[in-house]
């Protein structure tokens, strides 16, 4: 970024310092992903080159196999990029082992998918606690419950909750920890429109609300209406990316 000159003296005008440019919460540079080799390798990711600033709420649309898993296992640190670097709040990814990627996973990042990955055995809070242990901060796991309505189910067992319950329970688990990066794969995807639209609306709220940045992996084109910025893939290559002039709310969309 040019540095701006200096005021010329007695122009009367104070000089003013260069604003401070805040680093991206999520940052790729020529990422690829290949899995097997030769001739029988599949190209998953194809040098990706994207920022993603902190507090944007970011929904990455593509067909199936376009490689928006890929990518967002690799932000996640749960597999590691073949080629390139990612940066995740100021820690590059890619340098960490599996260790490592670990550690970032349980101290940097929230995940909600698709269909839940609640443990059975526990209780609606339990199932908060055992991973908001593992997170950064205070345990928040029945505050957030409570957030997103069900704190007077606490002491159920996923098998006594909705599907719709289920997922909220996902979102106050992904929520409770402190993440700075909440990573979301179809997670609407399992559930009618109604419901989806309530968790939407929550994970929109409450991210918001804990200045948390958001990259939610839809083939859902309507849920694009409430981001901020709708990236578009296809065949391993971010072909689109575009910002939303006017989000709208999730109680508005439908599929």
Known sequence: MPVPEAT???????????????????????VRKTYGEGEVAVHALRGIDLEIQPEEFVVLLGPSGSGKTTL????GGIEPASAGEIEVSGRDVTEL??????????????FI????NLIPTLTALENVEL??????????????????????????????????????VAVARALAGGPRILLGDEPTGALDLETGRTVLSLLHELSHELHQTVLLVTHNASIARMADRVLRMRDGSIVADRRNPAPTSAEQLDW
């Open 8 to 30: 010329p003296a007695g122009s009367g005008q104070a000089h003013r310092a260069t604003p401070q440019v805040e680093e991206p919460a999520i940052s790729a540079r020529g």
């Open 72 to 75: 967002l296992n690799l932000v």
């Open 97 to 110: 082992d599996e260790e490592g990627r670990t550690r970032f996973r349980r101290e940097t990042v929230g």
């Open 113 to 116: 998918f698709q269909f839940f």
């Open 131 to 168: 991973v908001a242990e593992l997170g950064r901060g205070a345990d928040r796991s029945a505050e957030m419950l409570e957030r997103v309505g069900l704190g007077d189910r606490l002491n159920h067992f996923p098998a006594q909750l909705s599907g719709g319950e289920q997922q909220r």
